[in-house]
């Protein structure tokens, strides 16, 4: 508690949380058309796994410090049989994920593009690929500038022909950020939410404004579809901010993500039933039908918090040697739920309802069936219900909320720089539910 009598006090009244959200292609072509889009997108149907995260750990987001000597990695993997030439460039965008007024040159030390590295070909895999990786920042590109970050591929030095898109962060540490997970005030959903307490210090740093010259953004399980902003300060004493509990943090806790192993298709492993020869070649895994849990009482169970780990036991290490396999799922339900669309979702989806991870409803054996090609590894993933006209799934109809369930969180704090004209992302901090 902070005494009244110590700070200077400026009640405000709390806004309603807005959220910078993506569409969701769950109800569109996915594939077209080929307008930017400052977002995880893949614009080539033949591109496939679209991994991107720090040097040397997978599970990692795509996130770097101004400065730093580790790179990001993107790689894809595409089914065409020819390599292409294909090149890329960085975006810089404000805090809302639109491009901000810098030139090129104002926030990338070097080339403005470059050439993305011939692809290797794929090895013992029954399913052909050529697989394209590029390290960035390199010798040939450097950020100069924190913010938000789009990467574009596109072909043939043509930035309107787009192979895909893809978010990245770089942040100074400059804003000091406290923060922590406690029960809601609400008492009817302490059991199901998680709350967000905060505040933020920025000694050094000019803010003219902290109410719009400030901005907060935090994701859940590095989920950008449901990106929660419009946060507001309860009280400012001199450069810090007290948020005391904001209604934009109260997140549902949801439930701990159900897993399956698929990254050695010789024997039945974790969730998997059986594995066979597909009608197209390919070994397909028939998994477990997955239990209802939308009324059950929390368990705990390790997870990756939906995350992605591209994995082949036998050649440890070697993305070129993961198979692509096709994955049966099944969730059994009493009746099919109306007023939207049930998809399987995860890291493995991109985080987003795409349309080949959409269910079907069988009416006969009473359950939400999804037969689906996938990179082997291991996946995390939950059933996500998308209502009609909507853009956020809902992770908690399907699968319940527990105030328990441990997740991950990213606070990120961007700072109006008016001599540059843009949003830096000045502060930035990692908090888990249970270690803080």
Not at 2 to 8: D, K, L, V
Not at 64 to 82: K, T
Request: hydrophobic content about 35%.
């Amino acid at each position: 508690m902070h005494g009244a009598g110590n700070w200077t006090l400026l009640l405000l009244t709390l806004t309603a949380c807005t959220s910078s959200q993506p569409a969701v292609s769950g109800s569109e072509e996915y594939y077209s058309p080929k307008e930017p889009r400052f977002e995880d997108h893949v614009y080539n149907p033949t591109v496939h796994t679209v991994q991107f995260f720090k040097k040397g750990f997978e599970l990692s987001p795509a996130i770097i410090e101004l400065g730093s000597p580790d790179p990001l990695v993107l790689r894809f993997d595409d089914f065409s049989p020819d390599a292409e030439n294909l090149f890329y460039t960085v975006v810089h965008c404000n805090a809302d994920w639109q491009p901000s007024d810098l030139a090129p040159s104002q926030y990338l030390n070097g080339m403005p593009s470059d050439f993305i590295p011939s692809p290797r070909q794929s090895f013992n895999t029954l399913r052909h690929f050529l697989q394209y990786e590029v390290e960035f920042p390199n010798d040939m590109m450097q950020p100069t500038v924190a913010g938000n970050y789009i990467m574009k591929v596109y072909r043939d030095n043509d930035p309107g022909d787009l192979v895909l898109t893809h978010r990245f962060l770089v942040f100074e540490n400059r804003v000091q950020i406290q923060a922590g997970i406690v029960p809601t005030r609400d008492i009817e959903r302490r059991d199901a939410d998680q709350q967000l307490d905060l505040t933020l210090s920025y000694p050094g740093i000019s803010v003219p404004d902290p109410f719009s010259d400030l901005k907060v953004a935090v994701l859940q399980n590095m989920r950008w579809d449901d990106v929660r902003t419009g946060f507001r300060p309860k009280f400012i004493r001199d450069s810090e901010l007290i948020y005391d509990q904001p209604k934009e943090g109260v997140f549902p806790g949801g439930n701990e993500w159900r897993g399956a192993d698929l990254k050695n298709t010789r024997y039945s492993t974790l969730r998997v039933n059986r594995f066979i020869t597909s009608p197209e070649g390919l070994d397909e895994a028939i998994l477990l039908p997955d239990e209802k849990r939308e009324f059950k009482v929390y368990l705990d169970q390790p997870d990756i918090n939906g995350k992605y780990l591209v994995r082949n036991d036998l050649v440890q290490g070697d993305p070129l040697s993961a198979d692509y396999i096709y994955v049966d799922f099944t969730l059994p339900r009493s009746m099919e739920q109306t007023g939207g669309d049930v998809y399987v979702y995860g890291g493995v989806s991109d985080f987003q309802c795409r349309k080949e991870f959409r269910c079907t409803w069988d009416a006969e054996r009473k359950a939400y069936t999804l037969r689906v090609l996938v990179k082997q590894g291991y996946i995390d993933y939950a059933y996500a219900f998308l209502p009609t006209g909507t853009t956020v799934p809902d992770l908690t109809l399907l699968e319940g909320s527990h105030f328990q369930t441990e997740n991950d969180y990213l606070i990120l704090v961007y700072v109006r720089d008016y001599q540059l004209r843009c949003d830096r992302l000045l502060g930035l901090r990692f908090l888990n539910s249970r270690k803080g």
